[in-house]
């Protein structure tokens, strides 16, 4: 799965990725064609090179080397099919001799500026044969034609053009030029298709350099963490979501931090209306997406298991299948997890409010059944609910909620999160906290129907 | 000072033409075959046009310009494919035109090129503003008043408009009709902060409220306006048309109620397409119209000849027009001799 499939899916991946600062076309194509990479010596490999740019960026002199990198790296146009025509021994015109002249001028430029600074972990060809081949005058600047000094005959067939004393002489002089050029093209791409596997790779790794440098600089202007492999558990502290926490710090609100704990087993999150849950499983799966798209992590620590796929069940996706209810999206989603989990795939399944819009009775067995399965399979999988009684052994977790240490103040819908724990507790009864009424309090809801509501409570 | 010593106190000068035929290629030719013998470096480019193909059918005003030794020049990847020049190039772009990318090139060997250029204005911008880099002491831009050009001649410093027996074989009513465009180009520049944000809107209709903001008011064309009236007014009366305005809206401005206090902007005068009645209509009743970008008109240059053969007195053509609009006026046939 490429990052871009993702990023049209989560939104909180697209916020990262208009955060990056890519420099190239090729630097952004790479980016969005990211593999989601579940192979844990793949990762590895991959924190390994981020940290060492990180640490690269961290110097003081790292500046003005990035400043330079970047001038030469914005210049780079995709030659892509250039190197591809190329390679099938086609001949080239001036445009396309140009564009190779400019890349392999820019690429000797950035690797210069590399090795200048004792930064040898990305291997590169050196295209100064390249070079040398379109530049016969030696002028160092990536501009191109079919140069006189390539031919002698060139040159006098040029000044002929010049000196011609009828239109049909000149004529003539040109047609003899064209020739000439057209000669010259075909010799010049035979020399350089020999290079164009060193001009491919080149091409590869200066988009992975650009697509390092903006998951580096982001990294460290926003002190992201490096993560760390797990084996058995994943466990994030003070973890929080990019996209939300932009949004939030607009009302001058801060996010909680996440604190938890993650092992290859169910854990069942209960908590009041608007305690966060979609948004804690929803920031669990961007750090999950994130550390396998190879970047560092928006969290203090963060140790993380890779998993093949993650799979989600979260509400509003009814409008993206067409025809079908929430419910019946909802019960394909899961079934999908319970395909994958007895299939052997490793997955981190995120399913939020598991049948929230069937019947209690109902709801209540499918939870129960759901983590029983997901027990058996030993899937690390979060579970939001809001039933009490729901029996399945499992680990379970509980949204702090309304806390009332502010009492003196009058709580209000607009600041309500003020008076929110979003923090997790680990709890081990099945009743789930009683804050609904509480909320539909503070939103001023009419006294009488509320009245009539706690009524039933107390019958039951 | 002279039409060429004028011209040499601009780092960017625009040519529109007002119609085909009225010597826009030969004033261009002039002024470059004129520069040349002064030293400096002159680059070319031009306002590109919306719709590939275009220029393959009717090809007609997408003539040749004729570039001497050191000239630079912007062209799309098709038109320097066909070139009948030498010339080495000295960057590509990485936005793409229909016609493809725009090369950058400086000419070896003098001969022909057909010329097109960015298709915004804020490209075309850029362009102008990259120049200098290669050397280039002024920049020319080939401009039209075509209700298919995206970019705004308007961005260079200063403007040269082509007039000419073409538009019309009787003076009074050639005058009267260059006076018109005369007047769009002297209507007030919209000065405000929001103005660089507004020059890089491509689309659709859009209002600025009391708060400075500003707003789409999502009509899809101003050919709608009357199917989404009720939307036109929803964030005030200072409303900002991304394409060309016609005589369909200032008449339907006309007839609000709240006309005295409405300000209708837009790009620059090549967007505006209505006819003097409508016009003076929409103004009397108090209406205003701005743009957002405004050059100076340096001079005009007039062809007397019309392609179905009538001349008109080139003298008179001149004095009438420079007596109308009080800016110098040149027939540059007549440079030329």
């Known amino acids: 799965m490429a990052f871009k499939t993702c990023m049209n899916q989560n939104g909180g991946l697209r916020f990262i990725y208009d955060q990056l600062e890519l420099q190239s076309s090729i630097g952004r194509k790479r980016m969005l064609n990211q593999r989601f990479i579940t192979d844990s010596f793949a990762l590895q490999m991959e924190i390994d090179i981020l940290s060492e740019v990180i640490q690269w960026l961290e110097k003081d002199s790292s500046t003005t080397l990035i400043g330079n990198i970047g001038l030469n790296l914005h210049q780079i146009n995709d030659i892509q099919q250039t190197i591809s025509n190329l390679s099938n021994g086609q001949v080239l015109d001036d445009i396309q001799l140009f564009e190779i002249k400019k890349f392999a001028i820019l690429s000797q430029n950035i690797v210069n500026e590399l090795h200048k600074n004792n930064y040898f972990t990305l291997p590169f060809f050196d295209l100064n044969k390249v070079i040398e081949i379109l530049d016969p005058e030696n002028n160092k600047i990536a501009h191109f034609y079919i140069y006189s000094s390539y031919h002698p005959k060139l040159e006098e067939f040029r000044k002929n053009i010049n000196q011609a004393a009828s239109v049909q002489e000149t004529e003539e002089w040109k047609w003899k030029a064209l020739q000439l050029e057209d000669e010259i093209r075909a010799q010049l791409s035979k020399k350089l298709q020999v290079f164009h596997e060193e001009l491919q790779k080149n091409l590869e790794q200066l988009a992975y350099l650009d697509m390092l440098i903006a998951k580096a600089k982001l990294a460290v202007t926003k002190r992201w963490c490096r993560p760390q492999l797990g084996n058995e558990t994943t466990h994030f502290l003070q973890l929080y979501h990019p996209s939300v926490q932009a949004v939030l710090e607009k009302s001058e609100k801060k996010f909680q931090p996440i604190d938890i704990d993650l092992f290859n087993a169910p854990c069942l999150i209960t908590g009041a209306n608007m305690s966060g849950k979609t948004v804690l499983l929803k920031t669990i799966a961007l750090a999950q997406f994130l550390f396998q798209f190879g970047f560092y992590l928006p969290a203090k620590e963060a140790v993380v298991m890779p998993v093949e796929h993650v799979l989600f069940s979260i509400g509003d996706q009814q409008s993206e299948m067409n025809g079908l209810s929430s419910f019946a999206v909802e019960i394909l989603n899961i079934n999908n997890i319970i395909l994958n989990a007895k299939h052997g795939t490793i997955i981190l399944a995120l399913v939020d409010e598991l049948a929230r819009t069937t019947n209690p009775e109902e709801g209540k067995a499918l939870v129960s059944a759901f983590i029983s399965m997901m027990n058996k399979y030993k899937v690390n999988a979060l579970i939001t609910s809001h039933y009490s009684g729901i029996t399945a052994s499992c680990r379970r977790m509980r949204v702090k909620g309304l806390t009332l240490n502010k009492i003196n103040e009058k709580i209000n819908p607009n600041n309500l999160g003020d008076f929110m724990d979003y923090s997790l507790v680990e709890t081990d009864t099945d009743q789930v906290p009683m804050e609904g009424l509480r909320i539909a309090e503070i939103f001023e809801i009419d006294e009488e129907f509320l009245m009539e509501a706690k009524k039933q409570i107390k019958h039951e | ?337």
């Open chain 2, 1 to 337: 000072m002279s039409f060429l010593q004028n011209i040499l106190q601009n780092q960017s000068v625009s040519i529109v033409g007002m119609e085909k035929n009225t010597g826009k290629t030969e004033c261009m030719n002039y002024i470059i075959r004129s520069l040349e013998n002064k030293g400096k470096v002159i680059a070319v480019t031009s306002i590109g046009i919306d719709g590939e193909g275009l220029d393959q059918v009717t090809n007609t005003h997408k003539p040749e310009i004729e570039l001497m030794e050191n000239m630079i020049f912007v062209t799309s990847e098709k038109h320097y494919r066909e070139k009948k020049l030498t010339s080495e190039i000295l960057n590509i772009s990485e936005q793409q035109t229909s016609l493809g990318r725009l090369v950058t090139a400086q000419v070896k060997q003098r001969g022909k090129v057909i010329i097109s250029g960015p298709t915004t204005t804020l490209w075309l911008k850029q362009m102008i503003s990259e120049m200098p880099s290669y050397g280039a002491d002024i920049t020319l831009v080939d401009g039209a008043l075509s209700r298919k050009s995206l970019g705004s001649p308007s961005v260079t410093q200063s403007m040269i408009l082509t007039t000419g027996a073409a538009l019309s074989p009787n003076l009074s009513e050639l005058v009267r009709k260059t006076k018109f465009v005369f007047h769009l180009i002297n209507i007030e520049q919209f000065i405000h902060p929001l103005s660089s944000q507004m020059i890089a809107i491509e689309n659709g209709i859009w209002a600025i409220d009391d708060t400075d903001g500003l707003h789409d008011l999502e009509i899809p064309s101003t050919l709608l306006l009357e199917k989404y009236k009720d939307r036109l007014f929803r964030f005030g009366m200072t409303l900002f048309v991304s394409g060309i305005i016609t005589d369909k809206i200032l008449d339907l401005l006309r007839l609000q109620k709240n006309i005295k206090n409405t300000v209708l902007i837009v790009k620059d005068f090549t967007k505006i397409f209505v006819s003097p009645e409508s016009l003076n209509a929409f103004l009397k009743k108090g209406g205003k119209i701005k743009v957002l970008l405004k050059t100076k008109l340096m001079a005009v240059c007039v062809n007397p000849t019309s392609p179905e053969g009538y001349v008109l007195d080139s003298n008179k053509l001149r004095d009438s027009l420079s007596e109308t609009l009080g800016v110098p006026v040149y027939d540059v046939f007549q440079m030329n001799e």
